[in-house]
């Protein structure tokens, strides 16, 4: 009976078990049981399945996913912690969990998304790398890209101590940036992410020489795993990566969730 009871789960080490069974599919879940990360997070387990939420940047975000084999053992967890859940929250779930635990959850602004893994470095090693460490100091010229670029960016400003943020400059302004959402040499992930290219020099590659450069840095220092989240409807983004070495991983879909209490 015990195997499929929802219970909250504090054991990184468990954790790390369930989720490394599909290290890919879960890699920013694994990044998130990084000390850095480890204290803005909650989970839960039901048997294999696994959720988090996390409570780092902004909302709340609850993400949850499982092949789709498996997806009635998720939909069956998260129909149990809707009581425990927040008002309203970011998800990030598996296609169709949204629908299936709709008496629970009131679902708006719903965009599919890839997850996409490197796993061709030959293509990688292909593209020229650009740009330098960012630091604390670049904070202002950064958050004036973001404006610009990208204002729609949930941007952790403590991941610029990590050194794997990477600007490009032109004239000596910041006009390109890559990064991460999460890095973990305990765990061995990475995920690429706040990618942004001021308007006015879009087209020129600029982009792809950034994340090049985060990536290549990452495999240098070991890490095994790095990912990266792009909307599906992206075209550009997507060809852009497909390039660098990324291959679809798996599709999923960010929406924003009001509780029904």
């Known amino acids: 009976m015990d195997e499929v009871r929802v219970r909250a789960e504090h054991d990184r080490g468990v954790l790390a078990g369930l989720l490394g069974r599909d290290p890919l599919l879960h890699a920013y879940e694994l990044g998130d049981l990084d000390d850095a990360f480890w204290p803005y997070t909650r989970w839960w387990r039901r048997g294999e399945q696994v959720a988090l939420l996390y409570q780092g940047v902004g909302l709340a975000t609850l993400l949850a996913f499982a092949p789709p084999e498996r997806t009635g053992g998720l939909v069956a967890l998260l129909a149990e912690l809707v009581p425990v859940l927040p008002d309203r929250l970011h998800a990030h779930l598996s296609p169709g969990v949204a629908d299936a635990v709709a008496g629970g959850f009131e679902v ?123 909307r599906a409807d992206n075209g550009a983004a997507v060809r852009l990566y497909e390039r660098l070495g990324f291959t679809r991983v798996a599709g999923y879909d960010e929406m924003t969730v009001t509780v029904r209490r």
């Not at 030959?122 to 950064?142: K, Q």
């Not at 729609?152 to 991460?180: M, P, Q």
């Not at 994340?211 to 220092?221: E, I, Q, S, T």
Request: proline share 4%; with cysteine; hydrophobic share 50%.
């Open 108 to 230: 708006t602004e719903v965009t599919g998304h890839l997850k996409l893994a490197l796993t061709d470095r030959g293509r990688l090693a292909g593209v020229v790398p650009a740009g330098s460490v960012l630091t604390g100091a670049d904070l202002p010229e950064l958050a004036a890209l973001y404006a610009v670029a990208y204002p729609e960016v949930r941007f952790d400003e403590r991941l610029l101590a990590t050194g794997r943020y990477v600007g490009i400059r032109d004239g000596g302004e910041l006009v390109a940036v890559a990064g991460v959402h999460v890095w973990s040499p305990v765990y061995g992930v990475a995920a690429v992410g706040n990618v942004a290219t001021h308007p006015r020099v879009r087209g020129r590659g600029l982009a792809g020489a950034a994340v090049a450069a985060v990536c290549g840095g990452l495999l240098r220092d070991g890490v095994d795993r790095v990912v990266l989240n792009v």
